[in-house]
């Protein structure tokens, strides 16, 4: 063979031989299974940290990883996935934007055999959701919940009267839900009986959802109550929020309507312990969050995948709860936990989530 015949044949055979690692999910240099990782968004501190725990312990673990965010644009996050199986990835670990607008790409990707794992956020409505693994949403409520009930003292209030208001999380994030009824279900008996009083009688979870879980829709909707409301000097005891983005609009409102720390700051719960948070917590702008350690959710959407990859059985821990609308996906729910300025310390510092100077 003349050796520019020669070249062609290797180019040719190289061509084929990646090829087929592509389509067998490896990648052709590094011989590696790919997995992808969908993110909803950089602009909530929590999915950063989700994303480089999922990058670094899919690398660490021997996977290649093709890891995106999607700007908050569900669009943006099809196009994505689109492009994860182009690229060959076997396995997709999908934090959904709107979890009912996916069902197509999922499709696709179910007819060429790539599995699907829901991260944090359920995949509604679509049969191409292989597992689950979030923490326990309903049980974010729950704590939500019992910690305005402890700190009020509600079972023992007698005929004392306390000002509550509520908001909830996104309605196209099946979690928010969860999180609503988790808390409502805690409250409800207070409500009922009077001892928390909804001034504004806002109940209904569509009227204080929150899209997008944007800190300046929640600060807004939280002006407009101040000013409907509260602005004869009617007390405010307590606001539940159900996350940290949505606190930090909610205290932002009440600083610039004048409600001062130590005076007649109300109680306010969160989720996420994010930075900006915690922050405040300390200087008693935020009563409390909810602690999601994203190493647990991490290690174990790990595990899940190499399960998968290595075709053996994956560990759940809850068959019943997450129906999608189609069917009940298998899931693993990660516990959560409380933290307050009582307990941060043990929490966040020591367990070398945050450094001292992250919350200083
Ligand atoms: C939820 C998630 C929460 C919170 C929220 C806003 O799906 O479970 O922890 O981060 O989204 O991003």
């Not at 879980?213 to 002006?223: F, R, V």
């Not at 700051?265 to 969050?289: E, H, R, W, Y």
């Amino acid at each position: 063979m003349k050796t520019t015949k020669k070249i062609l044949v290797l180019l040719v055979a190289i061509a084929l031989f990646a090829s087929i690692f592509t389509m067998a999910g490896c990648d052709a240099l590094s011989g590696k299974t790919k997995i992808g990782v969908a993110m909803p968004t950089k602009s909530l501190q929590r999915w950063n940290q989700d994303g480089s725990n999922m990058e670094a312990k899919l690398k660490e673990a021997g996977y290649d990883v093709d890891l995106q965010y999607a700007n908050d644009d569900p669009a943006l996050q099809i196009t994505q996935i689109e492009g994860m199986i182009t690229n060959g990835c076997k396995v997709l670990v999908i934090a959904s934007i709107d979890g009912s607008a996916l069902g197509p790409v999922l499709a696709t990707a179910k007819d060429k055999k790539i599995k699907v794992i829901a991260y944090d956020r359920l995949l509604m409505n679509t049969d191409a959701c292989d597992y689950y693994a979030t923490f326990d949403n309903y049980m974010v409520g729950t704590i939500q919940g019992q910690y305005i009930e402890t700190t009020l003292g509600l079972a023992s209030a007698g005929d004392k009267v306390y000002n509550l208001e509520m908001f909830a999380g996104s309605p196209d994030d099946n979690n928010a839900r969860f999180f609503f009824q988790g808390a409502y279900d805690v409250l409800k008996p207070y409500i009922d009986a009077g001892t928390l009083n909804i001034v504004s009688g806002m109940t209904a979870f569509e009227d204080i959802a929150i899209p997008g879980w944007k800190t300046e829709s929640a600060q807004a909707k939280m002006d407009d109550r101040l000013s409907a409301f509260y602005a004869d000097g009617t007390k405010l005891d307590v606001v539940l929020s159900p996350n940290d983005s949505l606190a930090l609009g909610i205290a932002n409102s009440l600083t610039a309507a004048g409600f001062e720390v130590g005076v007649d700051f109300p109680i306010i719960t969160g989720q996420d312990c994010d930075k900006a948070n915690m922050k405040n917590v300390l200087a008693g702008k935020q009563s409390m969050s909810i602690f999601k350690d994203t190493r647990d959710l991490a290690d174990q959407v790990v595990k899940m995948v190499k399960a998968i990859v290595e075709g053996k059985e994956v560990e759940v821990n809850d068959t019943k709860t997450y129906d999608n609308g189609v069917m009940i996906v298998p899931s693993f729910l990660c516990v959560p936990k409380y933290a307050d300025k009582n307990n941060y310390k043990e929490l966040l510092i020591d367990s070398g989530y945050y450094t001292e100077a992250d919350l200083a």
